[in-house]
């Protein structure tokens, strides 16, 4: 029979309950709900902004050309609108009026009470108070005539919208004006291509 040290920790086994397996399934547990907690709220945090903040958008086809080319991945401004008005000028993707699964992009010409009159190649807008004027339109090329001949009066919540490549756009002056519950935001952001990132400039008349 040998002699034990006296000073040596007798082996723990699962009888005595002192082994390691409790401590290490503790520890997984821990580590295990960190992690979810993490997730959780991660999720809290990026859905709300998803659906009610940004979101990103991916424009499709030339009707904004030369302003915005296809494959220009955009961040759309949700929570603007909540607060304030869309202006004129503003850049704006919403759900096609005649197919709400397709989302188009636009850029707000006429706001609601005005008298919008397409003539000549030119935007004529009567406002709400004051005098008529012509819209100058620096964001498309000089020589780029508006076509298709319009005149319309905008009700509470109506919007005109144009795309900036006028020849190849379908826009209100095809399928009417734009109710503003269709609206899902503003283009905030270009974030690709690289070479032109950076906030969606505003136009200014």
Known sequence: ????????????????????????????????????????????????????????????GDSMVPN?????????DELSYYVRDPSRGEVVVFRYPLDTKQFFIKRIIGLPGEQIEVQDGKVMITPVAGEPFTLLERYVPENLATGNARNVRLEDGQY??????????????????????????RALIRAWPPGVAGLVPQAAY
């Open 1 to 60: 029979m040998s002699e034990q040290d006296p000073g040596a920790r007798p082996e723990a086994s699962p009888e005595d309950g002192g082994g390691g397996v409790k401590p290490a399934f503790a520890r997984f547990f821990w580590e295990t709900w960190e992690l979810v907690k993490i997730i959780l709220i991660a999720l809290l945090i990026a859905v709300p902004i998803r659906y009610f903040v940004a979101q990103p958008f991916i424009v499709r």
């Open 68 to 76: 915005f080319h296809n494959g220009d991945y955009l961040v759309i």
């Open 160 to 185: 005109f919208v144009l795309g900036d490549n006028r020849p190849f756009s379908s826009d209100s002056r095809v399928w009417g004006v734009l109710q503003r519950n269709f609206i899902t935001g």
